[in-house]
Nanobody
Framework: VQLQASGGGLVQSGGSLRLSCAASGGRFRINATGWHRQSIGKERELVAS???????RYADSVKGRFTISRDNAKNTVFLQMNSLKPEDTAVYYC?????????????????WGQGTLVTVSS
């Protein structure tokens, strides 16, 4: 399974961006999926996640500003980021837990996208 993230860029404080991450590959099914971020000198942190049932979870720092959603038909997850702050500056990575189906074999895995840079200027 390959994850392709897009939508990062440079935005002023208070602005908005929408990240997208599309999964592709052979036969697969995505369970939970989400977004993580990593800024310089810090560890990677979970920003938001969404389960196969649509349940969501957010880091306290983004609650009320970010919204995660998914389009199961297109195997795509989105992160709408509003009221961006300079401290949101980071490389954002999409991640997914799921299964690949090869003949009679089911392989569970965790997949990562390549990262997309979000820069928020003050």
């Amino acid at each position: 399974v390959q994850l392709q993230a897009s939508g990062g860029g440079l935005v002023q404080s208070g602005g908005s961006l929408r990240l997208s991450c599309a999964a592709s590959g052979g036969r697969f099914r995505i369970n939970a999926t989400g977004w993580h971020r990593q800024s310089i000198g810090k560890e990677r942190e979970l920003v938001a996640s969404i389960g196969s049932d649509g349940s969501t979870r957010y880091a306290d720092s983004v609650k009320g500003r970010f919204t995660i959603s998914r389009d199961n038909a297109k195997n795509t997850v989105f992160l709408q980021m509003n009221s961006l702050k300079p401290e949101d500056t980071a490389v954002y990575y999409c991640e997914a837990d799921g299964w690949e189906f090869e003949r009679d074999v089911v392989i569970a895995g965790r997949y990562w996208g390549q990262g997309t840079l979000v820069t928020v200027s003050s």
